[in-house]
């Protein structure tokens, strides 16, 4: 696959960069990118959907690694964010020990962030886990719009959903209808949900109620087998395109796969990208409105802001397509769910792509690993998922790998 082909097949321009951006604007009517009237030495951009209110930076600051960091590394972090033009901070975290830190720096300047919550994550004994007790999820969201003195949150997201069942659950037990109360109180400014699934983000999208999610955005997860060869999935290029026709934003994390797309060790591709390459992907899908980093201190947050200052050829991702699957991907799982369908029922996919991340040092993994359903020690070890694999893998081997590295 030439450049040109490859590019054409993402929907965007072939010569330019700015293609995701052109094709939001172009679908859902408002301005895309959209200065804020402040100058940064990052240039930092701005994006709309029509469905969000406000602008949100096109880098915002995850809450995955925050965990690692000092407070004092904490508060260095958002300041220099805020000093950059970041106004996205997610507040998902493995432990709440961050907030505390955050809400220093917040509180003095409130209207500068969009502070991004998570609906259904609650903090017992300060570690997260998940949650669908509908009263434990009122106070731990009283509780959290203490801790930063405001009476709202910017973007309610339903803490990660990733299964029909839970999706099911959460609209029949009155944690969606609490939350679209709300909104129409005021005390959330944008509803959504975060999942790394496919199906369920169509399934959100559907209810004509979501302004905004967050999900995973990066070639390994974009990614399909056609004929041999590495090819965007149609089906999630049609729902990024869907989303930004509905003027729905995208809040992508995992955009760098959990680190692993940079590191030449554990790519599955056969060269590992630059950080700008990724964040250039990610943010030139369509409906793609902010890349969350994990940074977990100044320097990285630092590298990540220096996006938009970085020439051409240390953004452009068309070496992409020059790899097959054979080349690219051979020996490596990217959850494409080919192997499909599993005699006991595991979902191999998002089995493979939480031990990745665990094995990464996604410490979140682990814990949506155990909120699986069926975990991978249901294996019959039959041999049809890897009969059904094409590119070399061995999806019976990780299930039993998973086995070890989360225990059951």
């Known amino acids: 696959m030439n450049r040109r082909d490859f590019v054409k097949g993402l929907a965007i321009a072939a010569g330019g960069l700015a293609g ?28 709309r959907m029509r ?13 995955s690694n925050l965990h690692r960091s000092s407070p004092q590394e904490i508060r260095r972090m958002v300041r220099y964010g805020h000093e950059n033009g970041v106004n996205l901070i997610d507040l998902i975290m493995t432990d709440d020990s961050p907030f505390a830190s955050i809400a220093d720096v917040v509180k003095p300047d409130r209207k500068d962030f969009r502070l991004q919550a998570h609906i259904g994550a609650d903090f017992p004994g300060g570690r997260v886990e998940t949650c669908r007790d509908l009263n434990r999820i009122k106070r ?11 009476d709202y949150m910017d973007f309610g997201l339903v803490h990660y959903v990733d299964s029909m069942d ?29 999942s790394h699934t496919l199906s369920i983000c169509q399934a959100f999208v559907d209810t004509g109620d979501v302004d905004c999610f967050m999900t995973s955005v990066n070639p390994i997860y974009d990614f399909s087998e056609e004929n041999g060869k590495l ?24 955009v760098f796969a959990g680190g692993s797309l940079i590191d030449r060790r554990l790519s599955q591709l056969e060269r590992p990208l630059s950080v700008y390459q990724c964040l250039q992907y990610a943010l030139d899908r369509p409906a793609v ?6 940074a977990s201190s100044v320097d990285e947050l630092k590298e990540s802001l220096a996006h938009f200052t970085q020439p051409f050829d240390r953004r452009d991702y068309a070496v992409l397509g020059g790899m097959s699957s054979g080349g690219a991907a051979h020996g490596h799982c990217i959850y494409c ?12 996919g998002i089995v493979s792509k939480y031990m990745d991340l665990a094995l990464a040092g996604d410490d979140l993994a682990r814990k949506h690993y155990n909120d699986l359903k069926i975990h991978a020690s249901a294996c019959i070890k039959c041999g049809r998922c890897d009969k059904n694999c094409n590119f070399g893998v061995k999806p019976s081997a990780r299930m039993a790998q998973a086995v070890k590295v989360f225990g059951k």
Request: aromatic share 8%.
């Open 20 to 47: 995701g951006a052109a094709l939001n604007a172009s679908l859902n009517g408002n301005d895309a990118v959209a200065a804020e009237g402040r100058t940064t030495a990052n240039k930092m951009e701005y994006r």
């Open 337 to 348: 769910n080919h192997c499909q369908p599993c005699a006991a029922g595991i979902d191999i």
């Open 231 to 254: 090819a965007v999935s149609k089906e999630r290029m049609d729902f990024y395109r869907d989303c930004a026709k509905r003027g729905i934003g995208i809040h992508v994390m995992k």
């Open 51 to 63: 469905r969000v209110s406000g602008a949100v930076s096109a880098i915002g600051i995850g809450g």
């Open 140 to 150: 731990e969201f009283d509780r959290q719009l203490k801790i930063f003195a405001t």
């Open 166 to 194: 839970d999706f099911k659950n959460i609209m029949s037990s009155g944690i969606w209808r609490y939350m679209k109360d709300l909104k129409r109180q005021g005390a959330l400014k944008n509803l959504g949900f975060c």
């Open 289 to 294: 409105q902010s890349c969350l980093v994990g």
